[in-house]
């Protein structure tokens, strides 16, 4: 599969399933996985989690929380596509 196809599968995930993604390879990525990404996708996990239960009751809440899973969705889709690859 090309990087533009694991690309393409990647933006179609939603907020929650990312955050899944980022999970799994925090927690349970191969042993081969270096100490610094492990901590990276550790600490994107937490950032995930706390986002993803930010209140949204008001409308610069609900724009914070769009701004924030945004800038989350995008690093997590780089970081899935680098480790995607063959090394």
């Known amino acids: 599969m ?3 196809e694991l690309n393409a599968d990647y933006w179609s995930l939603t907020p929650p399933q990312l955050a899944t993604q980022i ?3 925090a927690y349970e990525g ?3 996985f270096g ?3 492990r901590v990276e996708t550790q600490l994107l996990a937490k950032e995930w989690r706390e986002a993803l239960s930010l209140p949204t009751d008001s409308f610069e ?4 929380s ?3 899973l945004a800038a989350l969705q995008r690093r997590s889709i780089e970081i899935l596509v680098h480790n995607s690859r063959p090394h």
């Not at 809440?61 to 914070?64: A, D, G, L, T, W």
């Open 30 to 32: 191969p042993l081969e």
């Open 61 to 64: 809440q609900e724009e914070e």
């Open 35 to 37: 100490a610094a990404s």
């Open 2 to 4: 090309a990087t533009s």
């Open 66 to 68: 769009r701004a924030r």
């Open 23 to 25: 999970y799994r390879m």
